[in-house]
């Protein structure tokens, strides 16, 4: 069983900064891709962040330069920094990973956060 858990979301005004933590437990062999997705209201789920095992990353035009992703393997968590917060980054965020188990490869995501930007 392995379960993704996420922090950090809440309310901040618009210029603001938050970080979204996400962790992975369980019987892990190996962890792929890690990535942010968020999903506001009526709308579909858009990717805002990905980086690879290797540190590679890729971002959604709309937070290039804003959203920095980053990782820590020791730790299987990924972070996601907000910086400069518009109101339409208002969303629930949530953590998305590609895990190996043994020879198993599957998707798992986590509960998802809350981010509101507001004043």
């Known amino acids: 069983q392995v379960q993704l858990v996420e922090s950090g979301g809440g309310l901040v005004q618009p210029g603001g900064s938050l970080r979204l933590s996400c962790t992975a437990s369980?019987?892990?062999?190996?962890?792929?891709?890690m990535g942010w997705y968020r999903q506001a209201p009526g709308k579909q789920r858009e990717l805002v962040a990905v980086?690879?095992?290797?540190?590679?990353?890729d971002y959604v035009d709309s937070v290039k330069d804003r959203f920095t992703i980053s990782r820590d393997n020791t730790k299987n968590t990924a972070y996601l920094q907000m910086n400069s917060l518009k109101p339409e980054d208002t969303a629930v965020y949530y953590c998305?990973?590609?895990?190996?188990?043994?020879?198993?490869?599957?998707?798992?995501w986590g509960q998802g956060t809350q981010v509101t930007v507001s004043s």
């Open positions: 369980g019987r892990i062999s190996s962890i792929n891709t």
């Open positions: 998305n990973a590609i895990i190996r188990i043994l020879f198993k490869t599957n998707t798992y």
């Open positions: 980086i690879a095992s290797g540190g590679s990353t």
